[in-house]
C-alpha cells in the first residue's frame, strides 16, 4: 500500500512558477512508477508528466518544456516544477503511483494510487 499527499498548489498570474510536492508513505517507493496528472472543472483527468524507476521522465505535450518532473527516493518524494504557467493550466492537480509500470505512463488507468489533490490557479 502506498498514501500519497500533495502540496505546493496556489494561485499564481500567467507566466509565473510554482512547484508541486507528493510526499509517499508506503513501501518500495524505489519500484514504483509515479506520475503527474490535472483535472479541470468539466473536463476528463490527463497525465502531463511520468518518471520511471530509472528516473527516466516523460511529458504531454501540453506541458514539454515548461514542466520538470522528479523524483527523490531517500526522501520519498516526487516533485513537479512548473514554469511559464498559463490559464490553460489551472486545474486539480494529482501525483499518482503504480508497480506495473507498463503502458506510457501519462494512462489514468495505469495507475493505482492517488493524492487528494492540490488547486493550480492560474490568472491571465
Known sequence: QMQLVESGGGSVQAGGSLRLSCAAYGLSYSHACLGWFRQAPGKQREGIAHINRASTPSYADSVKGRFIIS???????LDLQMSSLKPEDTAMYYCAANYRCTGTGLGVYEYDYWGQGTQVTVSS
Request: glycine residues 0%.
Open 71 to 77: 523524483r527523490d527516493n531517500y526522501k520519498y518524494t
